[in-house]
């Protein structure tokens, strides 16, 4: 059995060689023959089995099995005969790499963040609890009475911590006290799942652990609670303040290295800036056409366009009808009948809509609109939010030809690359269409539809600069709330919500909302010399069979480009653009 009560390591851990608190396994990665698309499923599940097991993120023990989990995934690669492999494989093999080395470096981003966070909460505090849950994944013999000794003392800790934070002695910057909140949270969510595990099943378990785990399970949430009253200025149950994590200029470039996207991020914000004023431009022609002296004037006229009470999923159905079959009329792409047949509808509940002000479609749609129970500036927000031209300009955005669509390929063309999952390629994808569709002659636009797309157009570009900025720490999450309002026109309650999704939602990483347009852009770059040589039906379904990754990777693959093992970014995309607006003279 493994003595809970000994006196806790230090905690440290680094890229160049994690220090263990077990004797690991050598395991090695699978050596028979494997197609790339095998061995992107195998590595695949591995990590699944891998975090699942280690499933305490802050643990030194996790972030070793990983890092040498990874480094061996990334020198078995290297050994590949890749000269023999046909494009698609080479291109499966690019973005394996890919995906190993920013695991990697994010792995040690995470550690170095966590070096932080634990010394500000108690080391012994931490590891001790760490090593308990970890002992109970392996099924540890277990001692009633020592296991009790230590959560006594882990309580002895906790009340420390919470003195000294309270007393101001622990002066911490709010990310680090960000972090240490989901440290807490994640703690007591396994501890309860440990508790439950030996609780009456182990009557000596039961007889000395329950008293001190109960008052353990407490302080850890008034520890918490604490750190967010006297660190972070806010209650407990406080849902509406913003707080995110930026992750810093090297962390950008990191993921930028990854996405293949060969800008640093003070470029990609200049044409952020570029695009804005064009969008601009033709705001002020439609608005003109409208007899409007200013784009806000005829802004603030489409807002308040938009459905009585209980016709909103109407409205999305008919317009998720129009856009389905334009595509199909025009022979744009190969929409599958099951497919069109089989989309489903939800309301979206109220508080979901803090984080999505607007309507969200992909496997269904699920439909924003306030509720009877709302206030009432509430309800008015969100319905001037989620108007008729802003809901016809993301129908086709979220449904058909957008993600509802890329998704149905995803999963049943090569699935395995759904593991590459980048925005760029998804998000760019249905943001293509908005750039498409809005040129198009054959898409009838009135000129409340033109201020529909172009608000989110503006809204894209938006995205870009206010992501960047705040990630590279020159923005803070107010004034990224503020970009919003003033230069796109959003009501205050919405872009609260895009920016509390941007920076608190764990999913979306630093360069998800830049996908968006950036992605977009790339693929209309593209798009000219495709359509030329192969057709546009045939260049979108080709987009939509490749499933996920970068577009410049894309590129290589329908260009029959060379694509060597040391393949890397290179492609300027933007400099390549030529008309893209469907401007009107």
Request: proline share 5%; charged share 30%.
């Amino acid at each position: 059995m493994r003595d809970p009560v000994l006196p806790a390591p230090d905690y440290k851990w680094s890229s160049a060689r994690a220090q263990p608190w077990t004797r690991r396994p050598n395991l090695q990665p699978c050596t028979n023959e494997e197609t790339m698309g095998e061995r992107i499923e195998r590595v695949r599940w591995d990590l699944v089995n891998i975090t699942d097991f280690h499933k305490v993120r802050c643990s030194p023990q996790r972030y070793s099995r990983l890092q040498e989990f990874l480094e061996s995934e990334l020198q078995a690669l290297d050994k590949v005969q890749f000269d023999k492999y046909d494009q698609e494989s080479k291109t499966d093999y690019i973005l394996l790499r890919n995906f190993l080395r920013l695991k990697s470096r994010q792995l040690v981003q995470d550690a170095e963040k966590d070096q932080k966070v634990v010394p500000y909460l108690g080391v012994h505090l931490v590891i001790q609890l760490v090593r308990v849950i970890e002992a109970r994944q392996r099924v540890d013999d277990m001692d009633g009475k020592r296991t009790a000794e230590m959560l006594v003392k882990v309580l002895e800790h906790i009340a420390m911590t919470k003195r000294q934070i309270v007393d101001g002695n622990e002066p911490e910057e709010a990310t680090t006290a960000l972090r240490a909140t989901k440290i807490l949270r994640e703690l007591q969510s396994h501890l309860q799942e440990w508790y439950a595990f030996y609780k009456d099943y182990d009557p000596l378990f039961t007889w000395w652990v329950s008293e001190p785990y109960l008052k353990l399970d407490k302080a850890l949430g008034d520890l918490s609670d604490t750190i967010k009253r006297a660190a972070l200025g806010i209650e407990p149950d406080d849902e509406d303040t913003i707080i995110g994590e930026p992750v810093g200029r090297t962390g950008l470039l990191d993921a930028l290295e990854s996405e293949m996207i060969p800008y640093t991020p003070e470029e990609l914000i200049e044409i952020g800036k570029k695009e804005y004023a064009w969008c601009e431009k033709e705001m002020h022609k439609a608005a003109t056409k409208l007899g409007l002296e200013s784009w806000r004037a005829a802004l603030e006229k489409v807002k308040n366009d938009y459905v009585e009470p209980g016709l909103q999923p109407i409205l999305v159905r008919d317009l998720t009808r129009e856009a389905a079959e334009y595509v199909k009329k025009h022979d744009l792409v190969t929409v599958p009948k099951v497919c069109e047949e089989t989309i489903t509808t939800f309301m979206m509940s109220p508080a979901r809509q803090k984080v999505n002000p607007f309507f969200l479609g992909g496997d269904e749609i699920i439909v924003s609109y306030p509720t009877s129970s709302m206030p009432h500036q509430d309800k008015l927000m969100s319905m001037r939010g989620n108007n008729k031209h802003f809901a016809r300009a993301t129908v086709f955005h979220e449904m058909i030809p957008g993600h509802h669509l890329q998704m149905h390929y995803m999963k049943r063309v090569r699935p395995y690359r759904q593991m590459f999952f980048t925005p760029f390629c998804i998000e760019g994808w249905a943001f293509y269409w908005e750039v498409l569709l809005y040129a198009s002659d054959s898409w009838k636009k009135t000129p409340e539809n033109r201020i529909g797309m172009l608000f989110w157009r503006m809204h894209r570009c938006a995205r870009i600069v206010f992501s960047l900025k705040y990630h590279l720490g020159e923005m803070t999450a107010q004034e990224c709330v503020d970009l919003l309002v003033d230069w796109v026109g959003h009501e205050r309650a919405t872009a609260e919500g895009e920016v509390r999704r941007s920076i608190m939602e764990a999913e979306y990483g630093p360069l998800y909302q830049a996908g968006y347009m950036l992605g977009g852009l790339q693929i209309w770059a593209l798009r000219k010399e495709g359509v030329e040589r192969m057709g546009e039906k045939k260049f979108h379904d080709l987009f939509l069979r490749a499933n996920q990754m970068p577009v410049e990777l894309f590129r290589a693959l329908i260009e029959d480009e060379k694509i060597g093992k040391d393949f890397e970014s290179s492609w300027r995309f933007y400099e390549e653009l030529e008309d893209r607006s469907g401007a009107e003279d």
